[in-house]
Every structure is written in C-alpha cells, then in structure tokens.
C-alpha cells in the first residue's frame, strides 16, 4: 500500500495555515489567490487530461493493440513513429496499455471508494449517530476489518476469486469501507450535538429523515474530498496487486502488471518499468493535490 | 476500590485489543473457509483419485465443521501451538526464521523515516510559508502518493541499477551490520519515503499549530529563548507525543506495504512468505502470519494509545472525565 495513510494524516491541512497579518498588499493577496486557483486547477486539469486519455481518447483515435503485437516491431525505443512511448519485447504498444491499463486503474478506483463510500457510511452513520451500544458494536467491526491487513485479505479474496476485474473490486473493497465507515462515523459524531440538529429533532424530524436531510448533506462535503485521496489509494493497492500477479488477468493491460514485467528487464530498458510507474505515481499525486484543495475549501472532514 | 484511571484506560484498551484480536482471527478462518478448498487436491497434485483427496482432507482434519476447526486452532494458538504447514513444518519454526527480517526491515524503515521527519519537519516549521516548508510540503506530497513500489522501482534503477551502490535483490539481510546496511538500504528506504512524508506532515502541522496556539511558547519565547530552542526543546518535545500515535497506528498498515517491498528485492521475510502461502492455499501459514500481523497492529495500536495518555498530561485528564 502501499502505505495506507492514516486518516489522521490526511485530514491535516495541506497547504500552510494562512498566518494571521493585518497589513498585505495587494499584490500578495492577488499571488495567493493565484495559487489558491492553480493548487485546484492544475490537478483537476492533469486528471481530466488523463481521463480523456483512457476513456475517449481510444474512442476516437484508432491506437494499436494493447494485447498483441508484432515481434518485428519489439523493443522499440521511446518516440518511435507509430509507438511514441515505445513497444515491449514482443512489440505491445506501451502508450496502449497505459491507455488501456489507465481505463482499468480508474475504474477499479472509482468503483471501490464508490462502494466503499456507500457501504462505509451505512455503517459508520448509524454508529456515529445513535452510539451506545450500536455504536460499540460496529467500531468494533470497524477496528477488525482496520487491524486486519488490508492486501492479506484482498490477495486472499483475489486468489479464491480467481483473477478478473469485478473481483479485484470486492478484494480491494474490504479495505475502503472500514475507513470510510471510521471517517462517516467520526464527522456523524462531529455534526450530531450541533444545534441545528437538535432544531430538527425539537420540530419533530426523526430517525432517517435527519440522516438523510441534515447528517449526509453536512458530512458529504469532507467524505468526497477524503474519496479523492482513496482513489488515489485504491490505484496504488491496485497496482500491487496487478503487480503480484492477483489482479487484472493476462493479457489484458494493466499498470502494475506492466511494472512487472518491465522489472525483469529493467538494466537493459528501464523505460518499460519507469513509464507505468510514472504513470501511477503523477495520477495519484493529482489526486491528492486535487483532494488537498476540495479540503481546503470546503473544511475538514 | 478506587482504581486509578490510567489503570481503568489500560484495562479497556486490553480488552477491547483482545477482542478485535479474536475478530481477525475469526475472520481469516471464515475467508479461508470460504475460499474454494482444494488443499488437499493441490497437495497431491492433478492425479489424486477423490479417494486420495478425501482421506487426505480427513487427515488434515479439513472435512470437520468450521466450528470445530476453528475452536482446535483458536485452543492450540492460545498455547502458543499455530498448526503445521502444507510442507509438514511448524508455523512457529517458519515464522521464527521469517519474522525477524521483516522486523529488522521494519524497524530500519521506522528509524530512516523517523529521523529525516523530525529534521525536515523542524526546518519547514521554523517558517512556515518559507522555502523550506514549501520544499518539505511538495516532497512529502509526493510522497504520500507514491507507493512503495513505485518508489523501490525508481530507487533500484538509479542506485542499483545505473550507479551500483547497492545490489537489485537483497538475498537475506544477515551477515553482519555492513552487510545488512547494503542489503537493507534500498528495501528500507523504498518502505521508509512514504512513511517519511506522512510522519513530516504531520509533525510539521502539530509543530506549527504548537508555535501559533500554546500558551507555553509565548511563556518560553518571553523568556528570551532562541527560536530554535523554542522549536526544538519546547515544541517538538510535545509534538514528537503525536508522532509516536502515528507511528503506533501506522505499524499494521506498513506489514502489508513490507509485503511488496520483500517480493520486488526478494527479501525472505514473512511477507513474501505470505504470497508463497496464498499462492499454495497455505491455511494455516497464512492464519498464522494473519495472527501475527493483527497481533503487531493492535499492539502498536495499543501502545500508542498509552503512550498518549500516560505522557500527555492533557489526554490523561480528559479521560478521567469520559
């Protein structure tokens, strides 16, 4: 994991604290603000490249085969007319399974945290927001599934599964929605007492009605900008398992399992190992980039 | 009885540790339980006649009910007995030989990461805003959001692979101190980059808020100490009490990030043990590297927690009232 990083962490702010100072001039306020845009914009902009890169891109454009190739066009070196990111040794394109890989990490990554998300808060919600013994019961589910190393169990679930992509998601699964639960549970605990929401209990709204009307609309602002980083997360934890030769099934494409097989060759050409992992490594800093300034808009989760 | 209420946090703690230390084992059995069971068959390979596979089955004690399995493993592991493995060894001998690498391994990661943080966290503090903490916030970003995959791949193409300081695959980690630094380094540090940015943020965050918040820094700052000095012997004292949850918190997280660090240099640690335990329907290594890593978690979890409240003087007052 990848080193999952502990809510803690990821809840602290990002960017510098705005340090308190009366007197600034115009000229700083309006570089700050600059700033401010471009720490949203650059990775918002970078991701929506990337997206349309995997997803439209092969659409429109006829690119060559991820899977198959020519060995007479094997080993191709970067920037070689027709294979711009160059071909493996049995001349895969490398920019089409990046594209194609790419389609997949995201995928994954979207539907995980997704699922996580849901699943996450159906419990974390009910926990924070009754307590007591209810909520003794699923911190405590929570605190298994947490102690629980994550990979054992998605490599475990992949390996009885068996390799493919819908599999993949459930493995990787098990390990979003006990953060995304302990995340629901923590800003349930943090909204319940405040007095709006003891105006609505006072004017007769109950039971789901205020999960639904007053605890989702307020948690749900820090819940997205956390899933952004759990994408990102869930891409790495992907990676690895693709990686460990658990994930996405031979031949299709995939980032980790390019990293793979380009580790075996990597003092000959190390390109075909660095290009996945530079891949991997610039999409989910945009994603945390992207994350960190949601956050620093919308507050803390 | 009047019970002092650090006793009474100990007390909870523990229990609720045993507890959640139960869960995972109950639940590693319930996984491997509901995975496709063909020990037995991969055991004796493609040719085994449905005789063979049930009588080996019986053998091994896999045709009893869940409970039952369970209840004889959860019995033999509280005497410290975790089963034998598919190659006829005991858990115990396997993890005895595997276990002290991946520690070794870890604690090296733990100590290069802990270290570069406080300083770097200390420098970008000094000023925030400054060019050191836009610096120390831009690597650890980068940081955060490299795996350790990435992060050994790139290390080993440029340090093993271009400049050869360093060998590509680390076969042990024994021989000596100077053999270990060689062997170790690269694993090391591919496990300790991202733990370094997490640490650093967050100790640069608490460091700052303890410039900007305490009361004791105005007090220390009045006195006419250094800023340095305030920084390094007032705040980071308070701060490092942070740190340590993390590191605490952080430690279960980190044995599966080891995992794929001990594939990629081929380290013989449990970790890679684990995948080969996997990949042979190992139940009962697995359950028993499981037991192992959930035990290292909660411990770690554990001891973070009472660290915090035993030398945080605040937190142990506000659990006198809770």
């Not at chain 1, 070196?77 to 294979?83: I, K, W």
């Not at chain 1, 990676?239 to 994930?247: E, I, P, S, V």
């Not at chain 2, 000596?176 to 940015?197: C, I, K, R």
């Amino acid at each position: 994991m990848a080193v999952p990083t502990p809510d803690a962490v990821l809840l602290t702010p990002g960017g510098p604290p705005a340090l308190p100072s009366l007197l600034v001039s115009d000229r700083r306020i309006r570089a700050q603000r600059f700033w401010r845009g471009a720490r949203l914009w650059i990775p918002l902009g970078f991701l929506i490249l990337m997206l349309f890169m995997c997803f439209v891109l092969p659409r429109v454009v006829t690119l060559p085969s991820p899977t198959n190739g020519t060995i007479l066009d094997g080993n191709d070196a970067l920037f070689t007319p027709g294979h711009w990111l160059g071909t493996n040794n049995v001349g895969v394109d490398t920019f089409s399974q990046i594209v194609y890989g790419g389609q997949v990490s995201f995928e994954i990554g979207a539907a995980v945290t997704a699922i996580g998300m849901i699943i996450g808060c159906a419990i974390g919600i009910p926990a924070g927001y009754l307590g007591g013994w209810a909520d003794s019961l699923l911190s405590r589910i929570l605190d298994v599934l947490l102690a629980f190393p994550a990979l054992v169990l998605a490599l475990a679930i992949a390996e009885g599964l068996g390799p493919s992509e819908v599999h993949e998601i459930w493995a990787l699964s098990v390990f979003s929605i006990p953060t995304f639960g302990r995340l629901a549970r923590a800003s349930t605990l943090a909204v319940r007492d405040l007095p709006f929401m003891t105006a609505a209990r006072l004017s007769g709204t109950r039971g789901w009605r205020i999960i639904v009307r007053h605890v989702i609309p307020n948690i749900a602002p820090g819940l997205v900008s956390f899933s952004l980083l759990g994408v990102g997360l869930t891409i790495i934890l992907e990676g690895a398992l693709d990686y460990l030769g658990w994930g996405i099934p031979l031949p299709e494409a995939s980032w980790g399992q390019m990293i793979a097989s380009g580790q075996n060759i990597m003092s000959a050409q190390p390109q075909y190992v660095l290009v996945p992992s530079l891949f991997l490594l610039v999409t989910v800093v945009a994603l945390n980039m992207f994350g960190d300034a949601l956050r620093e808009r919308w507050g803390e989760a | 009885m009047a019970r002092s209420p650090a006793l009474r946090l100990v007390g909870r703690r523990l229990g609720a540790a045993v507890i959640v230390l139960w869960g995972v084992t109950l639940l590693t059995f319930i996984v491997m339980s509901t995975l496709p069971n063909d020990t037995a068959q991969t055991m004796l390979g493609l040719h085994a006649t449905p005789a063979q596979v049930a009588a080996l089955n019986k053998a091994l004690g896999l045709n009893q009910p869940f409970w039952v399995r369970y209840w004889r493993w959860l019995v033999q592991a509280l005497h410290g007995n975790l089963g034998t493995t598919l190659e006829g060894q005991s858990v115990n001998h396997e993890l005895a030989i595997h276990l002290p690498v991946t520690l070794e391994l870890l604690a090296y990661a733990l100590v290069i990461s802990v270290a570069l943080a406080v300083v770097v966290a200390v420098l970008a503090a000094r000023r925030p805003n400054g060019i050191a903490d836009r610096i120390s916030l831009s690597v650890s970003m980068i940081g955060l959001s490299a795996s350790p995959l990435v992060v050994g791949i790139i290390l080993v193409i440029v340090f093993a692979v271009q400049v050869g300081w360093f060998p590509v695959q680390s076969n042990g980690l024994g021989g000596g101190l100077g053999s270990f630094f060689v062997q170790g380094t690269l694993p090391a540090a591919s496990l300790g980059f991202p733990l370094f940015a997490i640490y650093t943020r967050l100790l640069r965050a608490d460091l700052v808020e303890q410039m900007q918040r305490e009361d004791y820094i105005v007090t220390a700052r009045a006195k006419g100490l250094s800023p340095w000095r305030v920084l390094i012997r007032h705040a980071l004292r308070n701060s490092m009490f942070t740190l340590i949850t993390v590191i605490g918190l952080n430690l279960g997280t980190l044995v599966s990030a080891a995992a794929i660090i001990e594939v990629l240099f081929s380290v013989p640690g449990v970790g890679s043990d684990l995948l080969t335990a996997i990949g042979n329907h190992d139940s009962a290594l697995i359950e028993g590297i499981v037991f192992v890593f959930a035990l290292i978690t909660v411990a770690g979890n554990l001891a973070a927690d009472l660290l915090y409240a035993v030398l945080d003087p605040r937190i142990r007052h506000g659990s006198t009232n809770s």
